[in-house]
C-alpha cells in the first residue's frame, strides 16, 4: 500500500525557504508520509492553485488565508486552518515616533507624515492603517512598496519605513512589534531613539490552509507537524530558522482584525477577487 501524499505550496520570500522545507520534506518522509513543495513568487497564485486543488495546502500568510477563504466560499468550498506556528498568535502593530517628536497621542498624527511598508504587508500597512482609521485620524500615507505580492513577509519596506523615520522624513512609521525590537538590535532604529504612540489589538499570523474535506494524507501531515519537539536534534534549527519552537492547532479567531482592514481598504471583494486598485503581485 502507498504512502499517503501531500503537496504544500510556499512563497519563496528568502532563500532559506529552500532549507526549511527540504529539511521538513525529508523528517515528514521518514515519518510514512510522502511529501512535496512547490514554490511561488506570490501569494495569489498559490491560493489560487489550493482552492482549484492543484496542491493540497498551503502556507499562508493572514492575508492569503482570507483571500483563500472567501475563494473557497465563492467556489462552493471551503478551506480550514490546520496548523500555525506558536509564534503567529497574538501578535500587535505599532505606530513609532521618533524620541524628540512633539507627537503624545494618537490624535497627534493628524494630517502629519505616516510610514507604512508594503500595500500588501497586514502587519506594517493594512492592520496599523486600519487602527488609526478606526480612531479617526486621517494621516498622509508614505508607502515602501517592497517585496510586493510577499504579504509582508519581506520586511524590507517595513524597515524602510523605520529608517525614513529616523532621517526625520516622516512623522511616525508602522511595524509589527517583534520588528521594532528586531530593528533596535541590529542598528535600524537607535537605541530609546523611538517611542509607541499607538498598538493595535492582538491578531494572527500565519497557517496552514487546506481544502475540505481532508484526505488522509492532509490528516497525516498535520498530525505530524503537532508531533514535531524541538528537543528534535533533526528539526530543532528548522523550527529555528521557520521561527517558532511547536506547531499549534489552527484557529481563525484571530484574522478579524485584519478581515475589517481588508474591507476598509478594499483590498479583497467578498468572493476574493483582488480589487485593490494598486496591488499587482
Given at each position: 500500500m502507498s504512502a499517503p501524499t501531500v503537496l504544500m505550496g510556499a512563497v519563496a520570500y528568502d532563500p532559506k525557504v529552500v532549507t526549511i522545507w527540504e529539511g521538513f520534506r525529508a523528517w515528514l518522509r521518514g515519518r510514512g508520509l510522502?511529501?512535496?513543495?512547490?514554490?511561488?513568487?506570490?501569494?495569489?497564485?498559490?491560493?489560487?492553485?489550493?482552492?482549484?486543488?492543484?496542491?493540497?495546502?498551503?502556507?499562508?500568510?493572514?492575508?492569503?488565508?482570507?483571500?483563500?477563504?472567501?475563494?473557497?466560499?465563492a467556489n462552493g468550498t471551503a478551506v480550514r486552518a490546520l496548523t500555525m506556528r506558536d509564534t503567529d498568535q497574538d501578535l500587535t502593530s505599532i505606530?513609532?515616533?521618533?524620541?524628540?517628536?512633539?507627537?503624545?497621542?494618537?490624535?497627534?498624527?493628524?494630517?502629519?507624515v505616516v510610514a507604512v511598508g508594503a500595500v500588501d504587508s497586514p502587519q506594517a500597512t493594512l492592520i496599523p492603517l486600519g487602527h488609526l482609521d478606526a480612531?479617526?485620524?486621517?494621516?498622509?500615507?508614505?508607502?515602501?512598496?517592497?517585496?510586493?505580492?510577499?504579504?509582508?513577509?519581506?520586511?524590507?519596506?517595513?524597515?524602510?519605513?523605520?529608517r525614513a523615520l529616523v532621517a526625520g522624513e516622516?512623522?511616525?512609521?508602522?511595524m509589527i512589534d517583534a520588528n521594532h525590537l528586531a530593528?533596535?538590535?541590529?542598528?535600524?532604529?537607535?537605541?530609546?531613539?523611538t517611542r509607541i504612540i499607538a498598538q493595535t489589538a492582538?491578531?494572527?499570523?500565519?497557517?496552514?490552509?487546506?481544502?475540505?474535506?481532508?484526505?488522509?494524507?492532509?490528516?497525516?501531515f498535520g498530525t505530524l507537524l503537532l508531533g514535531m519537539s524541538y528537543a528534535d536534534?533533526?528539526?530543532?534549527?528548522?523550527?529555528?530558522?521557520?521561527?517558532?519552537?511547536?506547531?499549534?492547532?489552527?484557529?481563525?479567531?484571530?484574522?478579524?482584525?485584519?478581515?475589517?482592514?481588508?474591507?476598509?481598504?478594499?483590498?479583497f471583494s467578498p468572493d476574493g477577487r483582488v480589487t485593490a486598485t494598486d496591488y499587482r503581485p
Open positions: 510522502d511529501f512535496d513543495f512547490v514554490l511561488y513568487s506570490h501569494y495569489e497564485r498559490q491560493v489560487e492553485d489550493l482552492v482549484a486543488g492543484r496542491i493540497d495546502a498551503a502556507w499562508n500568510s493572514p492575508l492569503a488565508w482570507l483571500r483563500a477563504e472567501r475563494l473557497a466560499a505606530v513609532v515616533v521618533r524620541a524628540d517628536s512633539p507627537v503624545r497621542q494618537v490624535a497627534d498624527l493628524a494630517g502629519m480612531a479617526g485620524v486621517e494621516v498622509d500615507v508614505r508607502r515602501f512598496d517592497v517585496g510586493v505580492g510577499l504579504h509582508g513577509d519581506h520586511i524590507g519596506g517595513e524597515r524602510d519605513a523605520a516622516v512623522d511616525a512609521a508602522c530593528f533596535v538590535q541590529e542598528g535600524t532604529l537607535p537605541p530609546e531613539g492582538r491578531y494572527d499570523h500565519c497557517n496552514m490552509t487546506v481544502r475540505e474535506p481532508e484526505s488522509a494524507g492532509v490528516q497525516l536534534p533533526q528539526v530543532r534549527p528548522l523550527l529555528d530558522l521557520e521561527g517558532l519552537t511547536a506547531w499549534k492547532d489552527g484557529r481563525t479567531s484571530g484574522y478579524d482584525l485584519l478581515a475589517r482592514a481588508v474591507d476598509a481598504a478594499g483590498f
